[in-house]
């Protein structure tokens, strides 16, 4: 071009600099650092209560999902996160001025889904690994009682059979299922914060897409609830936040999830869930006029 | 080089542009006039890939926007006022947009410093003026040194200061040899800024055409009389076939009759002139051109 000031470099605008903007823009509004310290005060301060209270009457059957428990608190913050990354574009124009930049707007999705997903994940599992290891130390120092120990005390014999069900008063990442959960924890956390950009994607406002992300976490289950048991049992283990339910357990399914998949099937069809609301959400910001 | 052809676009039941074609040349201001609610907008949007047409095509620089392989080196834009988050400071907005097409960080100083802003540039954009917005904007669209530069009411909001800063500007990226295009509803503004002039009214094309015979071509021209005797001038005007409409200021102005007739008619009843004016505005030639293409009028 005659008048760049430097000679442009080959190619053209791809990912590489997309993504690179998209770091930008991520790092350089406030909202950001507040939704992730308020995901961390959720995550890590509903595991310490959830441990700090417990008192010596109390059989823990799940040490591990007792830490974890604050996920289901901090998918609200983060998913805000998750819509803001899209909708705030919306809700002050920059959308404008991104898409000016960046023409080709799968590149322009596609960046905000690795950079905001590559965040989430490491964010995700910090936050797991901190709960689970604050949580664990609570347990421990109180002298928790596990559902073994209760157990013995009672003087049952336990079958041979299922020994390995029962829980320790609090676990380390050694004990089966342990490290998995914990992980898993993480992975749900982040892949609901990818959900909520999908879904920012396709109603383009922060409010109405938060409400569609509340209404998919929080809203649904109780409307499953309420449906007749059979039909409330066929559909509870497709649900989100039974799938994540199950994804930050040892061992054992949950009392309201009946017939619950497995964690790595639940995960997976939690990540097509994900997969798909981005489709969808891709097609019409490439559609749509912006 | 910025060229539009049979480009429409119709929002529901509304057409918002229709069958529009038309050319931006380099080295130029061209400004798109046109009232308020007229397509302008619409057709930079389309200009820019924002909105797709539903027929025809624009392209910059001979291609297409979305085919441009570094956008923002080749085409910058200012569309409406306020596309940048409040929170965000005015050189994290430069600097996100300077990532995208590989400009260097550097870059984002010099605009900084051409529009004025380097005072200011750590502070969030959410506490900017109108007008410290419109130049942030302009900003952003001077960041890739491009070729061909769009600005939609750029002068919305800003002090008079700013708006000669504006046309000043508007001046000096044409006499480079850039290619600019300015819209604005204000004709005033227009015939000092821009040397072309690409007219639409109700989405269609008007005219395409120099400013000076843009005016001239008008056949609404008028004179602008002042006088100690007005009702006395008024009635001989009448009487010659004149139009005469009084102005709050007690100057009067007549259509109809030619200032030199007007000035032939007073001297022959010994009426007194103290201003004799014709005008010929750009304002008058842009009214009588879109009148019948107004999508919204006044309540009057």
Known sequence: ?290 | MIEARGLSKRFGNVVAVDDLSFDVRPGTVTGFLGPNGSGKSTTMRMIMALDSPDSGRVTVSGRPYHELPWPMREVGGLLEARSIHPGRSARAHLLTLARSNAIARARVDDVLELVGLTSVAGKRVGKFSLGMGQRLGIAAALLGDPGVLLFDEPVNGLDPEGIRWVRTLCHTLAGEGRTVFVSSHLMAEMALTADHLVVIGKGKLIAETSVADFVAGSSRQSVKVRTPAPHQLADAVTDAGGTVISDPDGSMNITGLAASEVGELAASLGIALHELTPVASLEDAFMELTDEAVEFRGGS
């Open chain 1, 1 to 290: 071009m005659p008048f760049a000031t430097e000679q442009p470099p080959p190619g053209r605008v791809g990912l590489r600099r997309a993504m690179a903007a998209e770091w930008t823009k991520l790092w350089s509004v406030r909202s950001t650092t507040w939704t992730l310290i308020g995901t961390a005060v959720a995550v890590v301060g509903l595991c310490a209560l959830g441990t700090g209270t417990v008192s010596p009457s109390d059989i823990i059957d799940d040490p591990t999902r007792r830490s974890l428990i604050g996920v289901f608190l901090g998918q609200l913050i983060f998913g805000v996160l998750g819509v803001l990354v899209m909708s705030a574009e919306y809700g002050t124009g920059t959308i404008r001025a991104t898409l000016s930049a960046i023409p080709r707007r799968s590149v322009v999705l596609t960046a905000k889904v690795l950079v905001f997903g590559a965040v989430a994940l490491v964010v995700s599992e910090v936050l797991a690994f901190s709960a689970f290891a604050l949580g664990q130390a609570i347990l421990s120092a109180k002298h928790a009682v596990g559902t073994k120990a209760a157990a013995q005390q009672l003087g049952q014999k336990i079958p041979h059979s299922i020994q390995g069900l029962l829980a320790n008063g609090s676990a380390s990442l050694g004990q089966a299922g342990v490290l998995r959960a914990v992980v898993g924890a993480g992975l749900y956390l982040a892949v609901l914060g990818l959900l909520a950009l999908g879904l920012a994607t396709i109603i383009r406002h922060t409010a109405g897409a938060i409400s569609a992300f509340v209404g998919v976490v929080l809203v649904l289950p109780l409307i499953v609830e309420a449906l007749p048991t059979d039909l409330s049992n066929a559909v509870a283990r497709y649900l989100p936040a039974n799938i994540g339910l199950v994804m930050f357990s040892t061992q054992g399914v949950p009392d309201r999830v009946a017939s619950a998949f497995s964690p790595w099937t639940g995960f997976a069809l939690l990540v097509l869930y994900t997969l798909v609301t981005l489709g969808i959400g891709c097609w019409v910001l490439v559609r749509r006029d912006a």
